[in-house]
């Protein structure tokens, strides 16, 4: 299409969508003159609810700069409560209006309007989003009201959302210059568990934390070595969660993971972390529950009835993976010296027989087989084989 076409085709927008289309290029170039120069040309002070999130928006990006921050600021205060106050019978904000407000009430300090803000989605039934709740709990957190960010916290959590890593790191910055240890504790796992690895900045929070004097004072002396272990054992390895253990100063030290899983600056071995025992429980639960859906009930009710009175196991051993392993040949077939070698091999490691399951099909041809069958029956006799139903999946 050449400039002339354009041209005419501009000249046949109305009135509303030139607003709109001039609205958007100012939202692009994030113009705040220019979109306040076109607020106030327009013969309409009240705007839909789309064009006044547009030049909310706008204001809500122009915060960065030190030049346009104290307009953006006074400008959208006025669009919005224009709009509030002009409509308050009919005028209903959606999420991205209360963030943007939100956003020009934590710039202006007053975090206590914009935490009003974010938790006034439930007034107008609205889906409430982690971004909405962010503007209050940075503006406590960088003004170090540090009860005030734990509040904000909380509501998050009531509402059914999770916190991040940005959160998090604020949260964690505030507690530690706070010098609230069990907070700093308590934050440094909720990223361990939520993040895994932090990025650079939250990196310079854990360092700062563990470099002050604070850090170096706080610990218990004296503690049980078995209740550590215990702990250990329960939240999957690598981790006790019973607070800062020891006094002294921290040796802090940036280094990189081998590809054997050492620490390339102290070389000490780092542990696997497995999931803790309650997110054990919820994955078996979820299992039951596509597991009864699939399966034929009974079945493996009957299964998990039997598991409950014969619970001693630490391992189970997938028979047909193991007995199959490998047999992809012309006179390969399901090997029972295998599965037995493996049996053996973790009976050995902890003195406690695995649980072997195996489809009720294969067992049956297995005690068929004269020269295994007292092997298999042993097996059985030992309460250490589970027959899978005939009508089930034994991966269940």
């Given at each position: 299409m050449n400039?002339?076409?354009?041209?005419?085709?501009?000249q046949k927008l109305n009135p509303e969508a030139e607003f709109r289309f001039t609205l958007d290029h100012c939202s692009k170039t994030k113009d705040l003159s220019a979109a306040i120069s076109l607020y106030e040309s327009s013969p309409n002070p009240t705007l839909s609810l789309n064009n006044l999130n547009s030049l909310l928006y706008i204001c809500s990006n122009s915060l960065s700069n030190l030049e346009t921050r104290e307009l953006a600021i006074e400008f959208g205060f006025k669009l919005f409560d224009l709009h509030r106050s002009k409509n308050s019978s009919i005028f209903k904000p959606n999420e991205a209006t209360l963030t943007a407000v939100a956003r020009l009430a934590s710039a202006k300090g007053d975090g206590d309007y914009a935490f009003e803000l974010s938790k006034s989605v439930k007034k107008y039934a609205l889906a409430p989003k982690l971004r909405t709740y962010g503007p209050a709990l940075f503006c406590f957190?960088?003004?170090?009201?540090?009860?005030?960010?734990y509040e904000v916290e909380e509501h998050i959590k009531s509402v059914g959302l999770q916190l991040e890593?940005?959160?998090?790191?604020?949260?964690?910055?505030?507690?530690?210059e706070s010098g609230r240890e069990k907070k700093v504790y308590e934050y440094l796992h909720k990223l361990r568990a939520a993040v895994r690895g932090v990025n650079g900045s939250t990196a310079e929070i854990i360092e700062s934390w563990f470099n002050g004097e604070k850090a170096a004072m706080v610990g218990l002396v004296n503690w049980d070595e078995d209740e550590v272990k215990e702990a250990i054992l329960t939240?999957?390895?690598?981790?006790?969660?019973?607070?800062?253990?020891?006094?002294?100063?921290?040796i802090i030290q940036r280094s990189s993971v081998a590809s054997d899983g050492r620490c390339c600056a102290c070389d000490q071995q780092l542990t696997c972390v497995d999931i803790d025992r309650a997110e054990t429980e919820k994955f078996a639960q979820s299992v039951a529950s596509l597991a009864m859906e699939r399966e034929v009930q009974s079945n493996f009710k009957e299964f998990q009835d039997w598991i409950q009175q014969n619970s001693e196991y630490e391992a189970v051993v997938d028979g047909a993976n193991i007995g199959l392993y490998q047999q992809n040949f012309a006179e390969g077939g399901f090997s029972v010296s295998q599965l037995e070698a493996v049996v053996k091999e973790l009976y050995n490691k902890s003195k406690r027989w695995p649980l072997i399951?195996?489809?009720?099909k294969r067992v049956r041809a297995l005690l068929e087989n004269s020269s295994i069958r007292e092997l298999v029956q042993d097996w059985i006799d030992k309460r250490i084989l589970y027959g899978t139903p005939y009508g089930s999946n034994d991966d269940w």
């Open positions: 400039s002339q076409n354009k041209k005419k085709k501009r957190s960088d003004n170090g009201m540090a009860d005030k960010a890593e940005p959160e998090l790191a604020a949260l964690l910055k505030v507690s530690a939240n999957g390895g690598g981790w006790h969660g019973l607070g800062w253990l020891g006094t002294g100063k921290w399951v195996l489809h009720n």
